[in-house]
């Protein structure tokens, strides 16, 4: 795992991932953890577009963190569409 890494946590990362979630990583933190395996991360979680909706903190199972992409979630253009253009 390395920043920018896209995560897809679920019930084997932790208990609290009931509901599986996606999430960009910005850090892991060099703290040490009082359990063996754990660690904690900062990130963002992604909605279904692969946008950052909200910054967390998240205590994790090494062991059940997926690495889905080593790059950022990007949603492509319909055909023949322009790329977005930025208002001013």
Not at 17 to 33: D, G, Q, S, T, Y
Not at 50 to 60: F, M, S
Not at 61 to 87: D, M, N, Y
């Amino acid at each position: 795992m390395k920043p920018g890494d896209v995560l897809h946590l679920t019930r084997a990362a932790g208990p609290q991932f009931v509901r599986p979630v996606f999430v960009r990583l910005i850090k892991i933190r060099a703290e040490p953890c009082a359990y063996h395996g754990w660690t904690w991360l900062d990130g963002y979680r992604l909605d279904e577009k692969g946008n950052a909706v909200a910054r967390r903190e998240l205590y994790v199972l090494k062991e059940g963190v997926r690495v889905v992409s080593s790059h950022p979630i990007t949603t492509t253009r319909e055909a023949g569409g322009s790329a977005p253009r930025s208002k001013l």
